[in-house]
């Protein structure tokens, strides 16, 4: 256990170097930010509680959200796209030798780089936006260790099926394209384009069964109190995925493993 | 400067047939770069399912903003958006590599890496606007034809210029290409909208300080005959390709005074 600590805190460290990336990040966030709330006010002024969310919950979505890109991976998961790249270059023989769990390994590296991002991140740009807007915070203290625990998840079930997708290179020999398809499907089944509770009738219904639901759209309704079933469904849906999401990425590894041939030299 | 076009080509057919040797790869980037590019048009839709208008813009004219700017955006980035990756070059000093090879800097910088998906961009932003040439009732002049085709390379052309500006300042911060963006992808994701909805001090600020109303907004307003806001003229779309023209003298100012202050990395 205690190697996979180390690693993570190293992760961390490396992350944290970044200081002119992280400052110019979180301006671009802000910006982002006011271009979504004029487009989310105007929305929501014709069509007011659109999908259950009120003015405040809309604008409030809009920030955390700008938060949490980052730190949930959604773009710049620097770290599962360099597994990737190690597939590619055959770089990855020397992680398969390690007396280490692969898996864990790059969970370990990522949470660290999640953990530095939602420190750093993570809470300027809704900062920005509480100077500007009347955004909405958890209503009592007892919530907070829920708001944490849904957001671990949902970094984890996003770590989960980055992980996937960068393995695939072993089959494909490139996971570049498989990586840009799964773009595709983050930013538009994790809420990035407009919150899912927007989505109309089956479109709705689909989004939020997929897993990329589970990464950002339902910690952010569990801030807002917004979760149709409830803050304990919730939980237990992104659980749910997380555990086979790691199974199917603990399979892949074992086949991947058992295919992968070393170029000797 | 003669030769320019040509070396430019000759570097980017390097790049295409460097990604067509892994195809199925290729293939899937190229997809799902249009698709990318195509969620942010499904928002639209989805936002259009509630509502019928979007601060006085119906469907088909949101359509026609969203095409305009999403290819300008689209071919700048193809054209120059790899320049964004000379501050990597500058941390590690292979930008050194690019003074001492018989091209220009500029040209190596905009063509490192050039992303023929990128191409999905411009792709799904045309099929969004014969989509909207078909929804959307314009009452057809010369000037209106001229200008909407004028639009989309003048767009590109503004686009491409914020990127070396993006770039060039990155010879004083290095590391800061996150900022670029904001001006870049966020003028894309500014633009598809009608700009009065973020306010009067946005419409200003895009048009007096970054001048991202003239891309597509105020070109578009002159083919729909709708008004001008700040109480500025309907006809000064037609200005864009002089902002153009401005935009282009700024940032070629920028880029050589960025490539003047290079002094590659020690030891």
């Keep these: 256990m205690g190697v996979y600590w180390a690693i993570a805190v190293r992760s961390f460290r490396r992350f944290s170097t970044y200081r002119i990336a992280t400052v110019s990040g979180i301006f671009t966030n802000s910006v982002f930010g006011f271009i979504l709330c004029g487009v989310y006010l105007t929305l929501w002024h014709e069509r007011p509680g659109l999908g259950g969310y009120d003015v405040s919950d809309a604008l409030t979505f809009v920030w955390l959200q700008q938060g949490l890109l980052m730190p949930v991976g959604i773009f710049g998961a620097s770290t599962t796209s360099e597994l990737g790249e190690r597939v590619r270059s055959g770089a990855i023989a020397v992680d398969l030798y390690r007396p280490t769990q692969l898996l864990l390994w790059w969970l370990s590296v990522d949470l660290g780089r999640a953990t530095f991002q939602l420190l750093a991140r993570g809470g300027a740009p809704l900062l920005v936006g509480a100077l500007v807007f009347d955004l909405k915070f958890p209503s009592s203290v007892a919530l907070w260790p829920l708001v944490v625990l849904g ?27 498989m990586e840009q398809l799964a773009l595709v499907l983050s930013l538009f089944f994790a809420g990035t384009i407009l919150p899912l509770v927007a989505f109309p009738g089956w479109l709705g219904v689909i989004a939020r069964a997929t897993p990329w639901a589970a990464t950002m759209q339902v910690p952010i309704d569990i801030w807002l109190g917004r979760n149709p079933g409830g803050t304990g469904a919730a939980l237990l849906f992104q659980f749910g995925w997380l555990l086979v999401l790691l199974l199917a990425g603990q399979l892949a590894t074992t086949l991947a493993t058992r295919k992968v041939v070393i170029q000797g030299g | 400067m003669i030769r320019a076009p040509a070396q430019y080509w000759l570097l980017i057919v390097m790049w295409i047939r460097s990604v067509l040797a892994y195809p199925a790869s290729f293939v899937l980037m190229l997809v799902s770069s249009t698709l990318v590019n195509l969620t942010d048009f499904v928002a639209v839709l989805i936002m259009f399912s509630h509502i019928t208008a979007f601060g006085g813009f119906s469907l088909g004219e949101m359509a026609l903003l969203y095409a305009t700017s999403s290819t300008a955006l689209g071919m700048a980035d193809l054209l120059t958006g790899s320049i964004e990756r000379v501050g990597e070059r500058i941390r590690t000093g292979a930008f050194d590599a690019y003074l001492i090879r018989p091209v220009p800097a500029f040209l190596q910088a905009a063509a490192d890496g050039f992303a023929l ?99 597509n907004y105020y070109p578009v307003l002159y083919v729909l005959g709708k008004p001008a806001p700040l109480g500025l003229p309907s006809w000064i779309g037609l200005l864009s390709p002089l902002v153009a023209a401005v935009m282009v003298a700024l940032s070629s100012l920028a880029w050589r005074a960025g490539l003047r202050r290079y002094r590659s990395t020690g030891s």
Excluded: C, H
């Excluded at chain 2, 000037?143 to 993006?166: E, K, N, P, Q, Y």
């Excluded at chain 2, 010879?171 to 306010?199: C, H, K, R, W």
């Design chain 2, 117 to 215: 998906r990128r191409l999905g961009r411009p792709l799904q932003a045309g099929t969004v606007l014969v989509f909207a040439l078909s929804k959307v009732d314009i009452d057809w002049t010369v000037a209106r034809g001229i200008m909407l085709a004028v639009s989309l390379v003048t767009g590109t052309v503004i686009f491409a210029a914020l990127f070396v500006l993006g770039a060039s300042f990155q010879f004083v911060a290095i590391d800061s290409a996150e900022l670029a963006n904001s001006v870049t992808y966020g003028g894309q994701a500014l633009t598809q909208f009608p700009l009065t909805v973020f306010g009067k001090e946005i419409v200003r600020a895009v048009t007096f300080v970054v001048p991202l109303a003239f891309v």
């Design chain 1, 151 to 177: 957001l671990l998840l949902g970094i984890m079930v996003s770590f989960a099926i980055r992980y996937l997708v960068a393995l695939s290179g072993f089959w494909i020999t490139d996971s570049r394209g």
